[in-house]
């Protein structure tokens, strides 16, 4: 494949950015990793990259960019691209625009965890399905779903992790840790509300920690089965490391739905629905690298 | 506007089909509704009333359904428009297309909450919306989430009725009705679960049953939110005239939330984000005329 149209792709992290040069059918010609500092430091770095691989590999045609957020992912949107109240210093206002229009190209900006569902999609886990829901259960929990390779969205990006899960105050007193709501599932079941709760991850917990933990994610599987009707749920992220979670989620998930939802995805215990990732690391950077596609293809 | 591609609409209810010929604008040339019998009497009433109504003011280019269901609403599906497994007799695997593809005109087929929201988007409470979920809360409760005209859906259409509310057995012990569920949504809030609890319908009792409802019904307002982000919530159906409850579920719903979500499309008091329908009996036939229009531009 000729180089030309190469893909600009930035995976924008709370404590790192990936960024890398690419072919549009996914080679990458050049790649680099850098801590996030603020953008007074990091976007100078990044547009220096950028112009460099460019110089070597061929002008840049598209951006694709999958963010830490808030940011604002409407591209009908005067402020789209722009971090809105993040309480990360520098970074509120900053915009990806502000680095990238120097390259003339077209710009698609979308959430970390949209990134990350749609590299699923394209190459991971989510392959073959028209809808994927990704969700993260690390130091917050969220969802991107995708249809058709696209990220939905309403007036903003989704907010999975603060839908509340039905309580059994017997076998889980915890009041939660989010300062919204307490106990929603993130307040709930984020690696942090794990920590608080037992002092340790739940890796270094019992199936008694694991079982609970599980039934709250269940709670959002089978929410995410109501509302989207996914072909495939993936679940990733430091939390679902835990030996024996994930089997746990698909057997709560199963006993949740009861067999209301009939349809040949949804496999007998599940164990083709509810997965894990296929990617691992590079699922943010795989659908960033799709993100600029998407740009290259809307222009 | 000329009578050339005229739209053939079925509103098909569980009790009632009303069907129109209608202008791409939306003007009704003629009208009629019938008893939802068996297929064997309505499939041939539905082809003679729009056989003579094509013969009284032009061709027919286009069929849309807004349906009762269960029914295979993927149009990449071999069973599009098909019946699947409905206790209602003789209309498992009955299918729009026996009787409509003999006017040799697209069809496009949807459920009958689906069609309300996109009537109501279309011409009722979600004019100027890109994205809008219409609930009704009646016998059954089900959403449909329209995004720019088009109802979403993944491998199915959702089946928000059977989500989990978060439950106070203190001031509800009532156990549910849903088969599969027990206590989900539908179980807990639909006209059948009320007056099976408290021996009336809603309209008939107080605030704290109200109350009780409302709570149940904000759950899935907070939830719709979190998932789906949209521009508006429309609350219908029967349950929704009990007086002072569209209040009470704007209030409960911003409780839920708890400020989490900014935006300006969620005012103060949630008055013009949580509304009730704006087309009433019509959003079902207005639904149906602009799936024939989108059946037309998609041929």
Same mark, same amino acid.
């Given at each position: ?60 045609? &598209? ?26 210093? %520098? ?10 229009? $120097? ?12 990134? &990350? ?8 886990? %989510? ?16 969802? $991107? @779903? ?78 995410? @089965? ?22 746990? @989620? ?10 209301? @939802? ?24 795989? $659908? ?12």
């Amino acid at each position: 494949m000729s180089k030309q149209g190469l893909i600009g792709a930035v995976e924008a992290g709370g404590t790192k950015f990936v960024l890398a040069l690419a072919t549009q059918d996914g080679e990458i010609l050049a790649r680099t990793r850098m801590p996030t500092q603020t953008p007074v430091e990091t976007w100078p770095a990044m547009q220096a990259f950028f112009e460099q691989a460019a110089a070597e590999h061929g002008p840049i045609a &598209a951006f694709g960019v999958a963010s830490f957020g808030p940011i604002d992912i409407d591209p009908a949107s005067a402020a789209y691209g722009t971090f809105t109240t993040t309480p990360k210093p %520098g970074w509120s206002g900053a915009r990806f625009h502000d680095v990238l229009a $120097g390259f003339d190209a077209p710009i698609k900006v979308d959430t970390d965890v949209n990134g &990350a569902a749609i590299g699923e999609w394209m190459a991971g886990a %989510g392959q073959g399905c028209r809808t994927v829901a990704y969700t993260t259960i690390g130091t917050g929990i969220g969802t $991107g @779903v995708v249809r058709d390779g696209r990220s939905l969205m309403g007036i903003s990006h989704f907010e999975s992790g603060h839908i509340m899960p039905p309580r059994d105050a017997a076998r889980d007193p915890f009041a939660g840790i989010c300062p919204y709501h307490g106990d929603c599932l993130e307040g709930l079941a984020c690696g942090p509300a794990i920590e608080r709760r037992w002092g340790t991850s739940l890796d270094k917990l019992g199936p008694t920690e694991t079982g609970i933990v599980a039934d709250y994610i269940a709670h959002l599987a089978s929410t995410l @089965v109501l509302l989207h009707m996914p072909d495939r749920l993936i679940f990733g992220g430091g939390v679902m490391k835990a030996p024996g979670l994930v089997e746990m @989620v698909r057997k709560a998930t199963a006993a949740k739905l009861n067999g209301y @939802v009939q349809h040949p995805r949804l496999d007998e215990g599940l164990e083709g629905y509810i997965v894990t990732p296929g990617l691992g690391d590079d699922a943010g950077i795989t $659908g960033a690298i799709e993100l600029g596609r998407q740009a290259l293809a809307a222009r």
